[in-house]
Nanobody
Framework: VQLQACGGGLVQPGGSLRLSCAAS????????MVWYRQAPGKQRELVAK???????IYADSVKGRFTISRDNAKNTVYLQMNSLKPEDTAVYYC???????????????WGQGTQVTVSS
């Protein structure tokens, strides 16, 4: 199983970016997909989570600005980021909690990370 994240880049404060993360390989079922971020010198933190039924959870710092969505047919999760602030600068990682086959255990898989820089 591989997770491929893309969409990061350099944007001015107040701008927008859309991240995507596609899971590929032997996938039986995905329970949830999550975006995390890690800024220099800080711990990795949860940004947004979407569960199989469509429920979403956001960090307080991004509520009202970020939107997580999922295309189940494509095993892809998106993160629409609006009104970006310099403090959103970080490497963003996607995570999927999934089963590779019927009867196996749930496991976490990580993408490689994509850099988001918010600066004028």
């Amino acid at each position: 199983v591989q997770l491929q994240a893309c969409g990061g880049g350099l944007v001015q404060p107040g701008g927008s970016l859309r991240l995507s993360c596609a899971a590929s390989g032997s996938i039986f079922s995905i329970n949830r997909m999550v975006w995390y971020r890690q800024a220099p010198g800080k711990q990795r933190e949860l940004v947004a989570k979407i569960i199989s039924g469509g429920s979403t959870i956001y960090a307080d710092s991004v509520k009202g600005r970020f939107t997580i969505s999922r295309d189940n047919a494509k095993n892809t999760v998106y993160l629409q980021m609006n009104s970006l602030k310099p403090e959103d600068t970080a490497v963003y990682y996607c995570n999927a909690y999934l089963k590779v086959a019927y009867g196996t255990t749930w496991s976490h898989y990580w993408g490689q990370g994509t850099q988001v820089t918010v600066s004028s």
